[in-house]
């Protein structure tokens, strides 16, 4: 063999995925990403993505799983956790003896979380008081259009559902920072000082009632709220009301390669598996969709993937069947698919140029994630890779190996850790991100395209 024949056949040679897509892929990428692009517009929680997701798949015949249902290959089920988690199933035609292929994403991203008392007034200004949300650089949210989400337990019972800042008539709210003029203290400090978390406060407002008396600008707020929501001040102890950029998911660059919006960790995912399997028909193994909540603080929490909501949806799957649950798991393969972070050459020290995703280079498998000595990763076989990567070959889908930074610049993990705690073969794959929980991140539409193929692939199996 030649020299140049050697190389083409023993050396690995990514090359961008534009340079393969053909002319049908690419009309079928751009329809794929204006349907994920309008998911992201109507879903900026974790509440309304799981409401989007129980609508659509209601359209598409799920029905809500209950105990004792009988259960056919092709029947479609889903698990609705309190509305802020979900879980859809398609019956395989094989029994779940012989396990299930499962994908994994979360529907939390970094936000600010009203306070339970939060509506206060400093110096004829209304404020919002809140606690940030997972990992955030605090400095990012001040100065942007911020909007108001979640839902209220009124006093009398009732619930309302709020959003401010999202419609083109709306107001958005705001963060201040201090002007460059006097900024001299302020530049001195790291950027992790720069703002502090009690500083993240949302203006709410400034024009005052009429009338004596103190608190004028805070009880036009509070008037404001009762008119349109029938909120008074205690409600607030029984909200879940959280901040979030407003706006809309935009197409990015002159070439509209790229999609910027807030978010995309993780749902840019969670789409991807749901529009997969939603075009199922009768899969060999059962396909199961988790969508989860709580994955930016660790997993926790009754909607949370450290949770017992999986078993119990995966037991009445069972149970139907007359299979042992654990027998299920231990024969099952689950696709943590959540993201990674993109190569960026602004920041380029960051990362080890050899193992780290691209944007345009398709899916990115990733074999570890965890920090430093790989704590807090479930660090999947050689098996479970050759696994991934014989699937998704097969199905002519465009993928490539990340490693989330240097070993030690830092770290992050994903809900990877908790499927396989419960003897579930698991591998982390996702879109690569740029600007990762920044409010306005940034994902290749190729690449956006490749993960829900990937995901079609892996609930086909």
């Given at each position: 063999?030649?020299?140049?024949?050697?190389?083409?056949?023993?050396?690995?040679?990514p090359k961008n995925g534009y340079t393969k897509l053909t002319a049908e892929q690419r009309e079928e990428m751009e329809g794929y990403c204006r349907r994920y692009a309008a998911f992201m517009d109507e879903c900026k929680t974790e509440r309304e993505?799981?409401?989007?997701?129980?609508?659509?798949?209601?359209?598409?015949?799920?029905?809500?799983?209950?105990?004792?249902?009988?259960?056919?290959?092709?029947?479609?089920?889903?698990?609705?956790?309190?509305?802020?988690?979900?879980?859809?199933?398609?019956?395989?035609?094989?029994?779940?003896?012989?396990?299930?292929?499962?994908?994994?994403?979360?529907?939390?991203?970094?936000?600010?979380?009203i306070k339970p008392n939060p509506l206060y007034e400093d110096s004829e200004i209304a404020y919002l008081k809140t606690h940030y949300y997972g990992g955030i650089k605090k400095y990012q949210w001040a100065?942007?259009?911020?909007?108001?989400?979640?839902?209220?337990?009124?006093?009398?019972?009732?619930?309302?559902?709020?959003?401010?800042?999202?419609?083109?008539?709306?107001?958005?709210?705001?963060?201040?920072?201090?002007?460059?003029?006097?900024s001299a203290d302020q530049m001195k400090k790291p950027l992790a000082e720069g703002i502090v978390g009690e500083q993240l406060n949302v203006i709410m407002?400034?024009?005052?009632?009429?009338?004596?008396g103190a608190d004028l600008v805070k009880l036009h707020i509070m008037k404001l709220l009762n008119e349109k929501y029938g909120m008074v001040e205690s409600d607030f102890l029984s909200a879940?009301?959280?901040?979030?950029?407003?706006?809309?998911?935009?197409?990015?660059?002159?070439?509209?390669?790229?999609?910027?919006?807030?978010?995309?960790?993780d749902r840019v995912c969670a789409y991807a598996e749901m529009e997969?399997?939603?075009?199922?028909?009768?899969?060999?193994?059962?396909?199961?969709?988790?969508?989860?909540?709580?994955?930016?603080?660790?997993?926790?929490?009754?909607?949370?993937?450290?949770?017992?909501?999986?078993e119990y949806f995966m037991e009445t799957l069972c149970i139907a069947q007359d299979v042992r649950l654990r027998e299920c798991f231990a024969n099952s393969f689950c696709l943590s698919a959540d993201?990674?972070?993109?190569?960026d050459p602004n920041f380029a020290e960051t990362c080890d140029r050899r193992n780290n995703s691209q944007l345009n280079y398709g899916i990115s498998i990733c074999k570890y994630?965890?920090?430093?000595?790989?704590?807090?990763?479930?660090?999947?076989?050689?098996?479970?890779?050759?696994h991934v990567r014989t699937t998704l070959d097969n199905a002519g889908v465009l993928w490539q190996i990340a490693t989330l930074g240097k070993v030690d610049q830092g770290g992050g993990g994903t809900v990877a850790a908790y499927m396989a705690n419960r003897n579930i073969v698991t591998v982390d794959a996702g879109v690569p991100v740029l600007c990762m929980h920044a409010p306005m991140e940034l994902v290749s539409k190729l690449d956006c395209y490749m993960t829900w193929r990937a995901c079609t692939a892996i609930y086909e199996a």
């Open positions: 063999m030649t020299t140049e024949e050697l190389r083409e056949s023993l050396l690995a040679a993505a799981t409401t989007w997701a129980v609508r659509e798949a209601e359209k598409r015949g799920f029905k809500p799983l209950t105990y004792g249902m009988k259960l056919e290959p092709g029947d479609r089920v889903y698990y609705n956790n309190r509305d802020k988690a979900i879980i859809l199933a398609v019956i395989g035609s094989q029994s779940l003896a012989y396990g299930a292929n499962i994908c994994a994403a979360h529907v939390d991203s970094p936000r600010m979380d100065t942007v259009p911020l909007a108001l989400h979640g839902v209220v337990y009124r006093k009398d019972g009732t619930v309302v559902t709020v959003t401010v800042g999202e419609d083109e008539t709306d107001p958005v709210l705001m963060i201040s920072d201090l002007l460059i003029h006097l407002g400034t024009e005052p009632l009429e009338g004596e879940e009301l959280t901040v979030v950029p407003a706006g809309r998911c935009r197409e990015v660059g002159l070439d509209r390669s790229l999609l910027g919006a807030y978010g995309h960790d997969a399997i939603f075009d199922l028909t009768v899969p060999n193994k059962t396909a199961v969709c988790i969508l989860a909540d709580k994955e930016e603080i660790g997993s926790v929490g009754i909607s949370g993937m450290q949770s017992d909501f999986f993201v990674s972070n993109a190569f994630t965890g920090s430093r000595g790989k704590g807090g990763a479930s660090d999947a076989s050689a098996e479970a890779m050759g």
